[in-house]
């Protein structure tokens, strides 16, 4: 048998103890206050990681792609500067020759009625003609011509020789100096 005694004086006996419920009851909802603060930031900070790890693989992918795409640029970059040294040296081979095609041309448009053509000579940036002609209007109109198309920086004084009475009695050589088919494109 167990036998309790209250051995404290009667003035304290007799008091009721302390309503500690409403206490109990604050900390209680305190506590599911701060439980509730801590769920939800923790709920926010893991969307956040999550779309923040979406977004490193999306971006992860796309400079992945990015450097596929360098790579073919640089290539692609590589093949267009072979192709500009092969034009570059193209044109400066065609800058050294003479226009063949654009000075036959030129001469053919240039003759004037009454001048024939005996012989033509093409050489080292010179060109020579050599013919006969009615008068010698007719050789000053066709080297006129000939200079006014573009294909020719500029000519001699032609040497004249008269052969005979008849009407195309004047024997002409006139030289003239072509130019390269880069000085033509200048002008």
Not at 32 to 40: C, K, L, P
Not at 41 to 49: E, N, P, T, Y
Request: hydrophobic share 40%.
């Amino acid at each position: 048998m167990i036998v309790k005694l209250d051995l404290r004086p009667e003035s304290i006996k007799n008091v009721k103890p302390p309503k500690t419920r409403k206490i109990w009851l604050f900390m209680v909802c305190m506590f599911m206050v701060f439980g509730s603060a801590v769920s939800y930031a923790w709920f926010v900070m893991a969307k956040d990681i999550l779309f923040l790890q979406g977004k490193i693989r999306d971006l992860s992918h796309q400079v992945s792609n990015l450097n596929t795409v360098r790579t073919g640029l640089r290539t692609e970059l590589a093949r267009l500067d072979r192709q500009e040294q092969v034009y570059a040296s193209s044109l400066s081979i065609m800058q050294e020759e003479l226009p063949t095609i654009e000075v036959f041309n030129a001469i053919e448009r240039s003759l004037v009625s009454g001048v024939t053509l005996n012989s033509l000579a093409l050489s080292d940036k010179n060109l020579k003609l050599d013919g006969v002609a009615n008068t010698e209007d007719n050789i000053v109109q066709t080297a006129r011509s000939l200079l006014d198309r573009g294909t020719f920086s500029h000519a001699q004084v032609p040497v004249v020789t008269r052969t005979g009475t008849g009407p195309e009695g004047l024997n002409f050589s006139l030289s003239l100096a072509p130019l390269s088919i880069g000085e033509a494109g200048r002008r």
